[in-house]
């Protein structure tokens, strides 16, 4: 039986674009939806769905907020109330990009009582340049929650390995390949397989 996998991120091209992560994202889940049933969840500026190749993407309503925690809450719930309309009931496996999304999966991996893990480009240390201000710690605190109770965290390079493993005490696991997640996927699958 083939994995099914639902990735959850804040940027998705072509509908929510903010940098690069949106790409990189894209790029990951394409060549994963190869090998696995792929669905996406991403806000943007309409509620709908569409395929992306063979990757299942599903919008949730987007509204920014000056302050990215408010945020943050705001795309819980409405990742959370479309969920059971979108979400498969044999899904295997949640797969969170960065840390807002990494909440959100934390809270659906509880409700579906699946793992989650978590794909990591950055942290709020690198981010902030190591400065500290009450917004900064606010991001570092859910991040170090969301990362910390993931089953496995992806650091995607060097940098946001190092920041995981001395700023929040969280042994990543470093990816440099697509084949890499790959592995980890399929550890998961077969231990599910074995419970």
């Not at 998705?12 to 060549?31: E, T, W």
């Amino acid at each position: 039986m083939v994995l099914k996998v639902l990735h959850i991120s804040t940027e998705y091209p072509p509908h929510r674009v903010v940098g690069s992560l949106a790409f990189q994202v894209r790029d990951l889940v394409i060549k994963l939806s190869e090998r696995y049933d792929v669905y996406l969840i991403h806000p943007a500026n309409f509620d709908g769905n569409y395929l992306d190749g063979n990757v299942r993407v599903y919008t949730v309503s987007d509204r920014w907020f000056s302050d990215v925690v408010a945020y943050m809450h705001f795309l819980l719930v409405e990742v959370a109330s479309r969920a059971p309309y979108i979400v498969p009931s044999d899904i295997g496996l949640i797969h969170a990009h960065e840390w807002i999304s990494s909440v959100i999966a934390k809270v659906l991996s509880q409700r579906l009582n699946v793992p989650y893990i978590v794909s990591a480009y950055s942290t709020e240390p690198i981010r902030s340049g190591g400065n500290l201000s009450l917004l900064s710690m606010a991001i570092r605190d859910w991040e170090r929650y969301a990362f910390s109770s993931a089953l496995f965290v992806l650091a995607h390079n060097r940098p946001t390995y190092d920041s995981l493993r001395n700023d929040y005490g969280i042994n990543a696991i470093e990816v440099r390949t697509t084949e890499d997640i790959e592995k980890i996927y399929n550890d998961i699958s077969h231990q599910r397989v074995h419970q």
